[in-house]
């Protein structure tokens, strides 16, 4: 008779547990901004944690703004809504953003699957030299959050805002 692995037991017990059956579900997701410069020169997806950063959000994007309309910092509750910044950082050409797909995000598992596209230049094109920072801004009900993806091909890191 072998003896009984506890170590293999408690490893396929523990795995189970972590992978939960819970459904997805959608969450509604709402277009707050989005640009091809926003001056943010890292990528990643950044929570945004109140008006205050918000309203630094915009300031940062339009300063030094010479004749363009500039959006006016939207009021948001932060009590029921979550923000998030998804910025691809410095781009030396044109043909890079970031593209709010129509439908829910999903939500499994305190995972949160935003439907955005990662747009890239065709290989083997010509584009213009030009920096961009392309970002967008969503909101989407508040929830716990632990991990935030993007359900297009490319993903980016979570982060920190500074």
Known sequence: MKPF???????????CSLISCQAAKN???AHIYSSLHCRFHDAGIY???????????????HANSIGA??????DI??????IFLLSLGTKPTSGHGLLLEEGPALYQNN???????????????MQAQVITTPCVLVSVPKNNYRKV??????????????
């Open 5 to 15: 692995r506890w170590p293999i037991f408690f490893i396929t017990v523990a795995a």
């Open 27 to 29: 969450v509604p997701v």
């Open 47 to 61: 929570a945004v944690t109140g008006q205050t950063k918000l309203q630094a959000i915009f300031n940062k994007i």
């Open 69 to 74: 309309s500039v959006q006016k910092t939207p």
């Open 77 to 82: 509750n932060f009590n029921t809504h979550q």
């Open 111 to 125: 995972i949160l699957v935003l439907p955005v596209k990662v747009m890239e230049p065709a290989e083997n094109t």
């Open 149 to 162: 993806m993007l359900s297009g091909n490319k993903n980016l890191a979570q982060r920190d805002m500074k």
